[in-house]
């Protein structure tokens, strides 16, 4: 099972949106709207952002929304905020015998 | 509140074994799967398995079969990750985080809770 693609990183300045991809296949994304978002600051453990596809968790912010369409499901950030500068990677449910989870390649985001 | 406490650095050296443990507070702990996740150095996340808080039962990554038990002791809401033969491409941080059981007609595929993760170093 090969890690989802994800660019390795993307750029925006405070106050814009930035969309980052995250690109499977029919056997995960394509198959499950089951993909969650995490955000990792540097030497912090993952916060989960977004599950099931779109649903925040109580206490994420609404700036933070997802999205899927065929193989691929995206993370947008509206209003950027320099606290938003941070690696983040998706996670999709896969379900197989060899493998329940796949993790994205991983997106660091700068704010400009 | 909830919360995953992880014991501490560990550092090994190539063939040996490690053992992480990872504490549950604040939660049912038979609720919820304990799935640890792994971070090499500079690199991304990667599920290494789960195990089951009530029937033990577990789900290992094919990567990782033959090589990582994970066991718990429900008296102590705590479970643990052993993971031998180690080699130098173990070295990395390993982090436990819960999911939470299906109760049917729900079902959850996400890791609400993460542990701060634990250091484990592979050198001679």
């Known amino acids: 099972q090969s890690a989802l693609t994800q660019p390795a990183s993307v750029s925006g300045s405070p106050g814009q949106s930035i969309t980052i991809s995250c690109t499977g296949t029919?056997?995960?994304?394509?198959?499950?709207?089951?993909v969650s978002w995490y955000q990792q600051h540097p030497g912090k453990a993952p916060k989960l952002m977004i599950y099931?596809?779109?649903k925040r968790p109580s206490g994420v912010s609404n700036r933070f929304s997802g999205s899927k369409s065929d193989n691929t499901a995206s993370l947008t950030i509206s209003g950027l905020q320099a606290e938003d500068e941070a690696d983040y990677y998706c996670?999709?449910?896969?379900?197989?015998?060899?493998?329940?989870?796949?993790f994205g390649t991983g997106t660091k985001v700068t704010v400009l | 509140q909830v919360q995953l406490v992880q014991s501490g650095t560990e550092v090994k050296k190539p063939g040996a074994s490690v053992k992480v443990s990872c504490k549950a507070s604040?939660?049912?702990?038979?609720?919820?799967?304990m799935n640890w996740v792994r971070q090499a150095p500079g690199q991304g996340l990667e599920w290494m398995g789960r195990?089951?808080?009530?029937?033990?039962?577990?789900h290992y990554a094919q990567k990782f079969q033959g090589r990582v038990t994970m066991t718990r002791d429900t008296s102590i809401n705590t479970g643990y990750m052993d993971l031998s033969r180690l080699t130098s491409d173990d070295t990395g941080v390993y982090y436990c985080?819960?999911?939470?059981?299906?109760?049917?007609?729900?079902?959850?595929?996400?890791?609400?809770?993460w542990g701060k993760g634990t250091t484990v170093t592979v050198s001679s």
């Open positions: 985080a819960r999911s939470r059981l299906a109760t049917p007609p729900d079902y959850y595929f996400y890791m609400d809770v």
């Open positions: 604040g939660y049912i702990f038979s609720d919820y799967y």
């Open positions: 195990i089951n808080p009530n029937s033990g039962d577990t």
């Open positions: 029919s056997s995960d994304v394509g198959t499950y709207n089951l």
């Open positions: 099931d596809g779109s």
């Open positions: 996670c999709s449910y896969v379900g197989s015998f060899s493998f329940l989870y796949v």
